[in-house]
C-alpha cells in the first residue's frame, strides 16, 4: 500500500508562510499527489494536486520532489482561515484513496 | 450550480439496525466516492461507483453497499449496524474516477451513532 508520513501538528504565525510536508516513499510515476484540507465540522475540500512538477493556484503551491517521494504544499500567507487538517494523498492506480491523518495546523494570531 | 448536499445531517440507530444515507452529487459529475470518518481519523475510502457500477473498493465488509442512479445521485446503505459504524459518512462527487486523479467535491456529511 501506498502510505504518508505527515507531521500530526504545525504551527504557525498568521500572515508567515507554512510549509507542510509530506513523504510518500512508494508512490509510482503515474500517481498524481493531491492535497485537500478539513476545516473544522465540515467535509474536506481541495486545495491542490501534481505529477511531476511543481504547481500554483490561488489557494496554495505545490513543490514535488524531483524524485517524487515527498512532497511540500506551501501557504505563503496563513489567515487564521487556514487552520485545519491538511491532507496528502498520493492517488494509487487500482488501489484505495488514502487520506491517513494529516497534519492539523494551529494559526496563531 | 449546487454542490455535493447529503441527507441526514444526523442519525441514531441502535445496534443491529439497517441505514441508508442518501447524497447528491454536483451537476455533471458521472463520478461518487463514499467514505468513513471516526472521531480524530481520517476519512477511509468505502467504495467509488462510476456511471451506476462499482468501481473500486477499500476495506470494509459486504454489509457496507451502494447505489448509484441515472441522475448520479447516490445511496449508502448499512445492514446489521455495529457500535464501530459510529462516524461522518462523507460522500464526493467528482467529473471522472479518483484514480484519473480528478478532483473530489465532498458533501458536509452524514453523523451516524449507534447505539
Known amino acids: 500500500d501506498a502510505k504518508t508520513t505527515q507531521p500530526n501538528s504545525m504551527e504557525s504565525n498568521e500572515e508567515e508562510p507554512v510549509h507542510l510536508p509530506c513523504n510518500h516513499s512508494?508512490?509510482?510515476?503515474?500517481?498524481?499527489i493531491h492535497w485537500y484540507r478539513q476545516l473544522p465540522s465540515q467535509g474536506p475540500e481541495y486545495v491542490i494536486h501534481g505529477l511531476t512538477s511543481n504547481v500554483n493556484n490561488r489557494m496554495a503551491s505545490l513543490a514535488i520532489a524531483e524524485d517524487r517521494k515527498s512532497s511540500t504544499l506551501i501557504l505563503h500567507r496563513a489567515t487564521l482561515r487556514d487552520a485545519a487538517v491538511y491532507y496528502c494523498i498520493p492517488v494509487i492506480t487500482g488501489n484505495q484513496f488514502y487520506f491517513g491523518t494529516g497534519t492539523s495546523l494551529t494559526v496563531i494570531p | 450550480e449546487t454542490g455535493v448536499t447529503q441527507s441526514p445531517t444526523h442519525l441514531i440507530k441502535t445496534r443491529g439496525q439497517q441505514v441508508t444515507l442518501r447524497c447528491s452529487s454536483q451537476s455533471g459529475h458521472n463520478t461518487v466516492s463514499w467514505y468513513q470518518q471516526a472521531l480524530g481519523q481520517g476519512p477511509q475510502f468505502i467504495f467509488q461507483?462510476?456511471?451506476?457500477?462499482?468501481?473500486g473498493r477499500g476495506n470494509f465488509p459486504p454489509r457496507f453497499s451502494g447505489l448509484q442512479f441515472p441522475n448520479y445521485s447516490s445511496e449508502l446503505n448499512v445492514n446489521a449496524l455495529e457500535l464501530d459504524d459510529s462516524a461522518l459518512y462523507l460522500c464526493?462527487?467528482?467529473?471522472?474516477?479518483?484514480?484519473?486523479?480528478?478532483?473530489?467535491?465532498f458533501g458536509p456529511g452524514t453523523r451516524l451513532l449507534v447505539l
Open positions: 461507483y462510476y456511471r451506476e457500477e462499482e468501481n
Open positions: 512508494t508512490i509510482s510515476g503515474t500517481d498524481y
Open positions: 464526493a462527487s467528482s467529473a471522472g474516477g479518483i484514480f484519473s486523479g480528478e478532483t473530489q467535491y
